[in-house]
């Protein structure tokens, strides 16, 4: 046979043999020939098909035109080669129709890929978006008629309910229910990202590049309320003011808080000189002094007149000196006498009295507005850049850049404070800890850090950020410590773990939160049965919270041993038959791995089954950044961490935190720092009452000032 040696030569081979095809099939129709049913009505060509089946049907076509050329045919060869022809075209068809169903199959299956594509890519977002923690909270409690369905059939599959068939509510874990989340690292304005000082922007008159212009010297206060408190020298108060003569007054104001906004508050302190006239020799130790002038009631003054009043004559104490909450209806002022500070003559001709001492110097915030901010922040989650806001609209507005640099330089003072509870809290039989992230502001994008949690009933809940979280890292926070920690399985706390360390107690709480996630995913009667046998551990702790350690661990050998030897041996069995990555295999591990942890809650009964304190405490930190998204350095970091602690603790115990900052942003800097730990909100009640007691801590009601006839009702 004839090979085409090009692919144009092969095209018109073809060519010209199908044009004889069709005049061999038109001479047998006219002839009579039953094969004319090779063509269909309004063919002109033959169907198309593979190269190769063209070829072959075009050899075939031209084997028999060489034939006939050559003489060699007979009248039967033109019907046999036709047959042969129709065969081939039935096979090109048969194998149309089967490219044809393939062809489809394979658009189906196009189809089909392009949605897996798109719900996998819809996975991974979902597995990075639980990752990274952004998914808003989903409840993990789960109805028990729901897990009794799910183990119909199963004549002694639940251990819960032969302790229990009453009970219809679920005792779901207590923890875990808010958002733990790192955010991405947000953008915020230059003033909130660190401590930029008060400015204001001008434009150039010649329309060139703005001008940053900032202000200088002390600001005008002119629209907040303003009380002037008038404050005499000890000399005057004790010898009485006939013996001096006034001579003039020196102003200092600061701008403190109220109920309902800021007030100037300016302290007024008169000069006095001794009159000639007056007798050399003091008066008495015993003898009363003489009368001081009396200032006008307040609300005998006229409205453009601004309120002054005398320090001596409204300074007091309440009623109840072990007061938790405050008794002081529209703020206070609180003021501390030094256990160095003594009522002598200073010799000088000029008699003034001292200003009261500062948290920081110079500063023009009280500590009643310090002790506002730093609550609202730490507390309340209220960004700085929001209180700017605010304190716009009460008619004074503080500049989020100062408001920065105050919690740094106050951080300080917490920091005393808090260092001590934390050494005091490792002395403690045992203590549960957490951790979380936090994002700091770098130069080019955020990094972070982390904040570790140490919560010690009893004692205190304390905050400390270090800039990494690994095994030297925990060592330096809490090795020596050999007492029970509470804390997770995770691998950079095995560091603390071993003979002559401290004893780990695991956290029952994350254990059911694999076997929640395996039930959801579709494990079911397996998942319902380790759900059904925590959920009764958390029924028995219920049930003997307000006993004591000694009865506590009575109840839990007597009741929780039995179902955690059960459910124990149920994971060794399932362990055999759950196949490997799935869902419920992840639970049976971490239960595997975690059971000398887990089962340490049964030799002591202080120890709890959870670390829910720890994950409860952190939600301070995790709802904060979600408003004020970062910390300015890793030193700003320590130092609120420091007065978050405080601020976490007075609520541990009751504490007013905001009065208590106030208190101990008046006497921290000048009390003793070898009994700083007198300072602590576990310690603050009985060192207030010996404080009033001798004298040297007083409060100014500010409802006695303005007139205010307000009173906190009886409860």
């Not at 140490?454 to 205190?460: E, S």
């Not at 459910?567 to 362990?575: H, K, M, T």
């Not at 004020?628 to 609120?640: I, K, M, N, P, T």
């Amino acid at each position: 046979m004839f090979a085409p040696r090009s692919h144009f030569q092969q095209r018109i081979l073809i060519k010209n043999s199908q044009k004889c095809l069709r005049k061999v099939l038109a001479r047998s129709q006219r002839r009579g020939h039953p094969w004319r049913a090779l063509t269909r009505p309004g063919e002109t060509e033959l169907p198309q098909a593979a190269e190769t089946e063209r070829l072959d049907g075009t050899a075939l076509v031209l084997g028999y035109l060489q034939a006939r050329g050559q003489g060699q045919g007979s009248p039967a060869d033109p019907a046999s080669v036709v047959d042969a022809l129709l065969r081939r075209v039935q096979e090109l068809e048969a194998k149309l129709a089967e490219l044809s169903t393939a062809e489809q199959q394979a658009q189906e299956l196009a189809r089909s890929v392009e949605s897996l594509k798109a719900y996998n890519q819809q996975l991974q977002e979902t597995i990075r978006t639980l990752e990274i923690g952004f998914r808003r909270h989903v409840s993990e409690q789960i109805s028990p008629d729901q897990l009794r369905l799910s183990l119909a059939g199963e004549p002694d599959a639940c251990p819960a309910q032969a302790s229990s068939q009453a009970e219809t509510h679920s005792a779901s874990p207590e923890a875990d229910r808010s958002d733990g989340s790192i955010p991405p690292p947000g953008l915020a304005s230059p003033a909130e990202r660190g401590g930029t000082a008060e400015s204001c922007s001008s434009s150039d008159p010649g329309g060139g590049k703005r001008v940053q212009r900032h202000e200088h010297g002390r600001r005008r206060i002119g629209v907040i309320p303003r009380v002037i408190i008038e404050t005499l020298p000890p000399e005057v108060l004790l010898q009485g003011s006939e013996r001096f003569e006034r001579v003039g007054v020196e102003d200092s104001s600061v701008i403190g808080h109220r109920r309902g906004g800021p007030v100037e508050i300016v302290w007024r302190r008169p000069k006095y000189v001794a009159k000639a006239e007056a007798p050399a020799a003091s008066r008495g130790a015993g003898e009363e002094p003489a009368s001081l002038p009396a200032a006008e009631p307040a609300f005998k003054r006229e409205l453009d007149e601004p309120l002054v009043v005398r320090e001596h004559e409204l300074l007091g104490i309440p009623a109840d000196t072990g007061f938790k909450q405050s008794p002081f209806v529209d703020g206070v002022l609180v003021r501390y006498t030094p256990e160095s500070d003594a009522a002598e003559d200073s010799g000088g001709p000029v008699k003034i009295a001292s200003l009261p001492e500062r948290p920081i110097a110079r500063c023009l915030a009280d500590p009643s507005l310090l002790a506002h901010l730093f609550v609202h922040k730490l507390d309340y989650h209220m960004p700085y850049y929001r209180q700017e806001v605010e304190s716009e609209r009460h008619g004074f507005r503080i500049g989020r850049g100062n408001m920065t640099r105050w919690q740094y330089d106050c951080g300080g003072i917490a920091m005393r404070i808090a260092d001590a509870i934390w050494s005091d809290a490792l002395s403690r039989s045992w203590f549960a800890m957490d951790a979380t992230g936090t994002a700091i502001r770098a130069k080019d994008k955020h990094r972070y850090g982390h904040v570790f949690v140490l919560v010690a009933p009893g004692d205190g809940v304390l905050f400390r950020y270090t800039p990494t979280y690994d095994g030297p890292t925990v060592a330096k926070l809490f090795g020596g410590y050999q007492g029970t920690l509470v804390a997770d399985a995770s691998a950079n706390h095995n560091v603390l773990f071993g003979p002559g360390k401290a004893r780990e107690a695991g956290c029952w709480s994350h254990a059911r939160r694999r076997f929640f996630k395996a039930f959801k995913a579709g494990a079911g009667k397996d998942a319902a049965f380790a759900l059904q046998a925590i959920q009764a551990l958390f029924r028995v702790e219920e049930e003997c919270a307000p006993c004591s350690p000694d009865e506590r661990l009575e109840i839990r050998q007597r009741e929780s041993a039995p179902l955690i030897e059960k459910l124990f041996a149920w994971v060794e069995a399932q362990r055999q038959v759950v196949p490997e990555h799935s869902p419920l295999r992840e639970g049976l591990v971490y239960l595997h791995n975690q059971r000398e942890a887990l089962c340490e809650f049964l030799s002591n009964g202080e120890v709890p089954i959870h670390n829910n304190a720890s994950e409860r405490a952190l939600r301070r930190v995790v709802k904060g950044r979600r408003n004020w998204l970062f910390h300015g350095s890793d030193e700003h970091a320590v130092r609120a961490c420091a007065v978050t602690s405080l601020i976490a603790t007075c609520q541990m115990h009751g504490l007013d935190p905001e009065l208590y900052l106030q208190e101990i942003l008046t006497v921290a800097p000048s009390y003793p720092l070898s009994r700083i730990l007198d300072l602590s909100p576990k310690n603050w009640v009985a060192t207030r009452q010996r404080l009033i007691a001798e004298g040297r801590l007083k409060y100014l009601d500010l409802a006695r000032i303005s007139g205010s006839r307000l009173v906190f009702r009886d409860r």
